[in-house]
Structure formats: C-alpha cells, structure tokens
T-cell receptor, first 112, second 116 residues
C-alpha cells in the first residue's frame, strides 16, 4: 500500500539556520502531497500542499516541491525561528476516500 | 469561526468501560474521519464517512465504532476500551472525499485517551 517515510528527529537548529526535512513516498497512483504542522498541545494544521508533479507548495516561508521522478516532497525553510519549533508531518492523499497516509513525524527544535 | 471540535480533550478511563468521543464541524463538510496518533507511527485512519449514514473502515478499525446520523457530527465509540487504545485521537473533516486541489482536511484539537 501507499506509504510515507520522513527523516527521523529530533532536528535541532539554531535560529536563522536553514531547514530541510526529507520526505519520500510510495504510491501506486498520483497522490496529492501535504505537510502538516503540530504545535505543542494543538491539533494538526495544514502547512502547504501540492497536487501534481513539479508543483511547489509554499506558506510562512516554508516550501516543498512535488518531485515525481524521485518520489519526494522535502520541506525547506531558509531561516527558522524559535516559533517554528513543532512536529512536522509529511502526508499523501489517495485519490478516493481522501484518506491521509502520514509519515511518523519529525520533531523540530529551534534554539535562540 | 470555521472549526472542528472534539470532546472531551482529555479522558482517563478503565478497561471495559464504554466511552464516546464526540466530533462536530460547522463547515457543512461531507467527509469526516478519525485518526489515532502514536509515537513513531504518525497518524493512522480508524474510520471515515463520506456522508450521512455512509461510513467505512480505515486502516485500524478494530475495537472502534462510529455513526453518522447528522452531517455535522461523527462520534467515535469504544464499547470495551483496552489499554492498547491509549492514544491521541484526532477528528478531521473536508468538503468532500474526492481529494484534489480544494479538498483540504481540517483537524480538531485532539483527545488524549488513557485506558488503565
């Protein structure tokens, strides 16, 4: 079945450092891809998404590009802030039923 | 304000005592879903509903029941909870269940359940 693999954490960075969180997927069709963020004690919020190959999703300085040839959707941010500390989930959506298949999540800790 | 609400937010119970976690959305969404979140496993779908009176199993349905009698509500029922159902539960909804550009899922704040 479909699956998502993302880099293990925790990832610890200093403020203003460059962030990359790797995400690769396995799918039989052409899924939509998502990054969700979970701040401490809160539910999941959609950070960005891409619905077809070569699309770039972006929001709040975060970016990810849907790479069909490498089955990847890596999350990047040029300069992280302490407020970006959270758990980041990569996910894909099957074409019917809208089920989200999630990766295990990556904890990001940003130090001032 | 558009939102998905869940109650209770925290619950400690004992093995075998039936419980219900409520979920409600005010966005007139057709699609609703329940997930559980466990460390190292991410979120896994328990059940989903494409519309009123239409429900189906997700990846981990054992030990759970759901119902969809009204469009806005999608309660999760544990008839005989066991310790392996200790987890963080999330309800989610979206406009429809067909995926695509506009069919984003919105999540509730979560319910932390502990079964002793």
């Amino acid at each position: 079945g479909d699956s998502v693999t993302q880099m293990e954490g925790p990832v610890t960075l200093s403020e203003e450092a460059f962030l990359t969180i790797n995400c690769t997927y396995t799918a039989t069709g052409y899924p939509s891809l998502f990054w969700y963020v979970q701040y401490p004690g809160e539910g999941l919020q959609l950070l960005l998404k891409a619905t077809k190959a070569d699309d770039k999703g972006s929001n709040k300085g975060f970016e990810a590009t849907y790479r069909k040839e490498t089955t990847s959707f890596h999350l990047e941010k040029g300069s992280v802030q302490v407020s970006d500390s959270a758990v980041y989930f990569c996910a894909l959506s099957e074409w019917y039923g809208n089920k989200l298949v999630f990766g295990a999540g990556t904890i990001l800790r940003v130090k001032s | 304000e558009a939102q998905v609400t869940q109650n209770p937010r925290y619950l400690i119970t004992v093995t075998g005592k039936k419980l219900t976690v409520t979920c409600s959305q005010n966005m007139n969404h057709e699609y609703m879903s329940w997930y559980r979140q466990d460390p190292g496993l991410g979120l896994r779908q328990i059940y989903y509903s494409m519309n009123v009176e239409v429900t189906d199993k997700g990846d981990v349905p054992e030990g759970y029941k759901v119902s969809r009698k009204e469009k806005r509500n999608f309660p999760l029922i544990l008839e005989s909870p066991s310790p392996n159902q200790t987890s963080l539960y999330f309800c989610a909804s979206s406009l429809s269940g067909t995926g695509g550009e506009t069919d984003t899922q919105y999540f509730g704040p979560g319910t932390r359940l502990t079964v002793l």
